[in-house]
């Protein structure tokens, strides 16, 4: 009995207590603290996707884009994931035999059956969207258009994705859409200022868009479009100038060059020793060109490089008109500008010309300097220096280059102090600065009008809370058991 009792006094009923609701007390700390790590990582990550193809005057293009299934509404989420140039032209281009036009897409099509998971295909929405070679081909004729938009229609409906039209987007949209793409892949729609404006020049057209003022917008409502995107109101001025894309200001500098009807163009926008023959019908089939072929005009026209700048920068003003503005300030033929704000990203043909020429990053006057010399040098030079790069786009270089430094100064004034807001780009973060993206977000409902609710704590907070709680009761619970302890020992002592 005497040895029962000492035993009993040894190991009291309440230590072992104390021991199992210590050793209880940490799993449940480690459960607790291992679950809310865990908790914040989805066990598989869930992509979904979408396609957008951009029917361009001068090509088209496939562009698939991804994003992580649980986080639609975040900016910078979406990431281009694929992209196809379609073999060929524009979609316009096949307005003789419109059945074709659907047909080149063939072989992107297929590329995005394999490039998007099969469990998806049947949600991924699918757009197309032409701009302003269709635009073009609208106004020259709208049955033919119809017919093009169709032939695309009945290939893209056969696909396994999620078809949802084929349109012709109108200049502010491509414009706006533009805008949206380069700040929500720099992540600037949420912080509600300092945004990017955007400078895309196509072949065909050409577009300016910027975050303005509300009351610099009153002017020309044309000119206007709103967003609000995350909670922040913005207020874009946007314009798109039909024919002064790539190509078809082209066409503009050659008819104006062409007005006599001469057999030999000699052209200082090309380098000396260029020559190629030019049919007057493919100078003057273009809507953009208003003047009649000259009446003295044979077939056709040797164009003749003479490979000057000065004088090619007569034969570019000579396309603009800077007079009749009939509001408080003009970029040119009469169209209304408000003041240039902040930077400035420039893309699509601005960003393969101006890198092409290693125009990106000097000075105003230093890249004067050297698109005077790539003028001047003579064109077997240029093709020894250059043996890879296309002869089309190598010839035109020097009248493209001319071309944008131009609009960029005198069409939107842009000084030499404010050059340097103007970034060419061609990506931003692994995605394509275009319009499509924009689109995209756009037409999903991807980007939320107001901003969304965010947690009162980051998770990392929340964990680290849930720690410092826990021990702190922990703590508090083992103090009371001791104090416990200490009481019953006393009493059995007094006993
Ligand atoms: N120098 C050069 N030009 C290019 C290259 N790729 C495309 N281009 C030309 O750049 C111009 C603009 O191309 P895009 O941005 O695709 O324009 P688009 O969508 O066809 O034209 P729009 O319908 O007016 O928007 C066109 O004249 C193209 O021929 C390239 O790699 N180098």
Same mark, same amino acid.
């Given at each position: 009995?005497?040895?029962?009792?000492?035993?009993?006094?040894?190991?009291?009923?309440?230590?072992?207590?104390?021991?199992?609701?210590?050793?209880? =007390?940490?799993?449940?700390?480690?459960?607790?603290?291992?679950?809310?790590?865990?908790?914040?990582?989805?066990?598989?990550?869930?992509?979904?996707?979408?396609?957008?193809?951009?029917?361009? #005057?001068?090509?088209?293009?496939?562009?698939?884009?991804?994003?992580?299934?649980?986080?639609?509404?975040?900016?910078?989420?979406?990431?281009?994931?694929?992209?196809?140039?379609?073999?060929?032209?524009?979609?316009? #281009?096949?307005?003789?035999?419109?059945?074709?036009?659907?047909?080149?897409?063939?072989?992107?099509?297929? /590329?995005?059956?394999?490039?998007?998971?099969?469990?998806?295909?049947? /949600?991924?929405?699918? !757009?197309?969207?032409?701009?302003?070679?269709?635009?073009?081909?609208?106004?020259?004729?709208?049955?033919?258009?119809?017919?093009?938009?169709?032939?695309?229609?009945?290939?893209?409906?056969?696909?396994?994705?999620? !078809?949802? =039209?084929?349109?012709?987007?109108?200049?502010?949209?491509?414009?706006?859409?533009?805008?949206?793409?380069?700040?929500?892949?720099?992540?600037?729609?949420?912080?509600?200022?300092?945004?990017?404006?955007?400078?895309?020049?196509?072949?065909?057209?050409?577009?300016?868009?910027?975050?303005?003022?509300?009351?610099?917008?009153?002017?020309?409502?044309?000119?206007?479009?709103?967003?609000?995107?995350?909670?922040?109101?913005?207020?874009?001025?946007?314009?798109?100038?039909?024919?002064?894309?790539?190509?078809?200001?082209?066409?503009?500098?050659?008819?104006?060059?062409?007005?006599?009807?001469?057999?030999?163009?000699?052209?200082?926008?090309?380098?000396?020793?260029?020559?190629?023959?030019?049919?007057?019908?493919?100078?003057?089939?273009?809507?953009?060109?208003?003047?009649?072929?000259?009446?003295?005009?044979?077939?056709?026209?040797?164009?003749?490089?003479?490979?000057?700048?000065?004088?090619?920068? /007569?034969?570019?003003?000579?396309?603009?008109?800077?007079?009749?503005?009939?509001?408080?300030?003009? #970029?040119?033929?009469?169209?209304?500008?408000?003041?240039?704000?902040?930077?400035?990203?420039?893309?699509?043909?601005?960003?393969?010309?101006?890198?092409?020429?290693?125009?990106?990053?000097?000075?105003? /006057?230093?890249?004067?300097?050297?698109?005077?010399?790539?003028?001047?040098?003579?064109?077997?030079?240029?093709?020894?220096?250059?043996?890879?790069?296309?002869?089309?786009?190598?010839?035109?270089?020097?009248?493209?280059?001319?071309?944008?430094?131009?609009?960029?100064?005198?069409? !939107?004034?842009?000084?030499?102090?404010?050059?340097?807001?103007?970034?060419?780009?061609?990506?931003?973060?692994?995605?394509?600065?275009?319009?499509?993206?924009?689109?995209?977000?756009?037409?999903?409902?991807?980007?939320?009008?107001?901003?969304?609710?965010?947690?009162?704590?980051?998770?990392?907070?929340?964990?680290?809370?849930?720690?410092?709680? #826990?021990?702190?009761?922990?703590?508090?619970?083992?103090?009371?058991?001791?104090?416990?302890?200490?009481?019953?020992?006393?009493?059995?002592?007094?006993?």
């Amino acid at each position: 009995m005497a040895e029962q009792r000492e035993m009993k006094e040894k190991n009291p009923w309440h230590k072992a207590v104390v021991i199992f609701i210590a050793v209880l =007390g940490i799993i449940a700390i480690v459960a607790l603290v291992t679950t809310a790590v865990l908790q914040n990582k989805p066990l598989q990550q869930k992509f979904k996707y979408g396609i957008v193809l951009d029917a361009g #005057s001068s090509h088209t293009a496939v562009y698939i884009y991804e994003w992580p299934a649980e986080k639609e509404n975040d900016t910078g989420r979406v990431k281009q994931k694929h992209f196809c140039q379609v073999k060929g032209p524009g979609i316009s #281009s096949y307005s003789l035999s419109p059945e074709q036009a659907g047909h080149s897409l063939r072989l992107c099509i297929q /590329e995005a059956v394999l490039n998007v998971p099969r469990r998806r295909h049947h /949600e991924t929405p699918l !757009y197309l969207g032409a701009t302003a070679g269709m635009r073009l081909l609208r106004m020259e004729n709208q049955s033919l258009c119809d017919q093009v938009l169709g032939s695309v229609e009945k290939v893209l409906q056969s696909t396994p994705f999620d !078809y949802q =039209g084929a349109r012709i987007i109108s200049g502010q949209e491509e414009g706006a859409f533009g805008w949206v793409t380069v700040n929500y892949l720099s992540d600037r729609l949420k912080q509600g200022s300092g945004t990017t404006g955007a400078l895309d020049l196509g072949g065909a057209s050409t577009q300016i868009t910027f975050a303005t003022n509300q009351d610099e917008t009153g002017e020309s409502a044309e000119n206007t479009v709103t967003f609000r995107l995350y909670g922040n109101d913005y207020f874009l001025y946007t314009h798109s100038f039909l024919c002064y894309g790539k190509d078809q200001v082209l066409k503009l500098a050659l008819a104006q060059q062409t007005q006599a009807g001469a057999s030999t163009l000699l052209d200082p926008c090309f380098n000396q020793g260029y020559s190629t023959n030019l049919s007057y019908s493919s100078v003057y089939s273009s809507p953009c060109i208003t003047t009649q072929k000259p009446l003295a005009a044979g077939e056709g026209f040797t164009h003749r490089g003479t490979g000057n700048a000065l004088q090619c920068q /007569e034969v570019v003003r000579r396309i603009f008109n800077f007079s009749g503005c009939t509001f408080s300030h003009c #970029s040119f033929n009469g169209v209304y500008q408000p003041p240039l704000q902040g930077q400035f990203g420039a893309f699509s043909a601005y960003y393969f010309v101006m890198n092409f020429l290693n125009l990106t990053s000097d000075t105003l /006057e230093n890249n004067m300097e050297k698109m005077a010399r790539y003028c001047s040098t003579p064109w077997t030079q240029i093709k020894q220096q250059f043996p890879n790069v296309k002869e089309k786009y190598l010839a035109e270089y020097c009248f493209s280059g001319t071309y944008i430094l131009f609009l960029l100064t005198h069409g !939107y004034n842009f000084t030499s102090d404010t050059w340097s807001n103007i970034k060419f780009i061609k990506k931003i973060s692994g995605s394509d600065a275009g319009w499509t993206l924009g689109y995209m977000l756009n037409l999903t409902n991807m980007i939320p009008a107001e901003a969304p609710d965010t947690p009162p704590l980051p998770h990392a907070g929340y964990v680290t809370l849930l720690l410092f709680t #826990s021990l702190l009761l922990f703590l508090i619970l083992l103090c009371s058991l001791r104090s416990l302890w200490v009481r019953c020992t006393s009493q059995r002592q007094i006993i």
